[in-house]
């Protein structure tokens, strides 16, 4: 298994695994800060850091299908059946259809990915994923030349996922990349974290990851992806488009309405004790900036 695009990153900067599977909720000031993990090795050592406890972490997660509170999908998504599990590819695509789990992963190559990962709520950690490049399985079902956009759909099963009986959001949760996002080599289809199948709450058994995009972007449990001519729309755009643009870069000149976007606050450490600035596009602008020249990235958040 490879492992590339760290991104200046190193194993010893990795959330370690025992913090990062169960995560807890924090709220500090009237902005929601959301952790989800603690950073060690070097990089705590640089920052002054200590890992949150085990016990401070294990019981808070965010994804609503299987409920709002922070434990509830830690504690629900045990119900989701991964398997067996598909991916139906439609839309400008040259051989559309079904794409069974185990025949995807048979044709992909895995990799490990150590990425930044950086929430719209202003918290952050970095994570070892384990996936492939979304590009490869595009390109496996044949991109159509008039396609210029990538929609996401998440599995949406009332009788496994407890939160979507609630109209918290338009279910089924749906996001959207531009082709060129899509196709880019740092965007992954992860399929796990340090080496192990990736847990259900954290969007078993096939998740998106943008690592220049706000964590909500990197839709979990994805059962269709569909090639388009047009935008398609996404789940907090619908929900609030002043709070949440389409792109969704990283972008600590644009503050979300209620918050400051400017620093963030790295997860554990006494609890959430230091902020450290935030890098444009999570510290990825020479790989991807060239993707938004041109483009005015305030109006285009």
Not at 19 to 24: A, D, G, I, K
Not at 49 to 63: A, H, M, R
Request: aromatic share 10%.
């Amino acid at each position: 298994m490879a492992m590339r695009w760290t991104n200046t990153l190193s194993e010893n900067d990795v959330t370690p695994e025992s913090v990062f599977l169960n995560r807890r909720q924090l709220m500090a000031g009237g902005a929601a800060a959301v952790g989800l993990g603690s950073i060690g090795g070097s990089l705590a050592a640089a920052e002054g850091l200590e890992p949150s406890s085990y016990e401070d972490i294990t019981q808070y997660n965010n994804f609503y299908e299987f409920g709002t509170g922070k434990g509830d999908p830690a504690q629900n998504a045990h119900t989701l059946t991964t398997a067996p599990w598909s991916v139906k590819i439609d839309g400008l695509v040259e051989k559309p259809g079904d794409y069974a789990f185990e025949d995807i992963m048979k044709a992909m190559t895995i990799e490990e990915r150590i990425y930044r990962f950086r929430c719209v709520e202003a918290w952050s950690m970095v994570i070892p994923w384990n996936g492939f490049e979304l590009a490869d399985l595009l390109n496996m079902a044949g991109v159509q030349s008039d396609a210029k956009y990538v929609a996401f759909e998440t599995a949406l099963r009332p009788d496994e996922m407890p939160g979507v009986r609630f109209p918290v959001l338009d279910w089924p949760y749906v996001e959207g990349l531009r082709l060129d996002e899509a196709m880019h080599p740092l965007t992954i289809m992860a399929t796990g974290i340090y080496g192990k199948d990736i847990p259900n709450q954290n969007g078993a058994p096939l998740r998106l990851v943008v690592p220049w995009k706000y964590g909500f972007k990197s839709i979990k449990s994805i059962v269709r992806i569909t090639l388009t001519e047009k935008e398609p729309p996404t789940s907090w755009n619908k929900a609030n488009a002043r709070e949440y643009g389409f792109y969704s870069n990283v972008n600590p000149e644009v503050d979300h309405p209620r918050w400051s976007q400017a620093s963030e606050r790295v997860v554990g450490g006494g609890l959430f004790s230091k902020r450290i600035p935030t890098l444009m596009l999570n510290g990825y602008a020479d790989e991807v900036g060239a993707l938004y020249a041109g483009m005015d990235l305030t109006k285009n958040f």
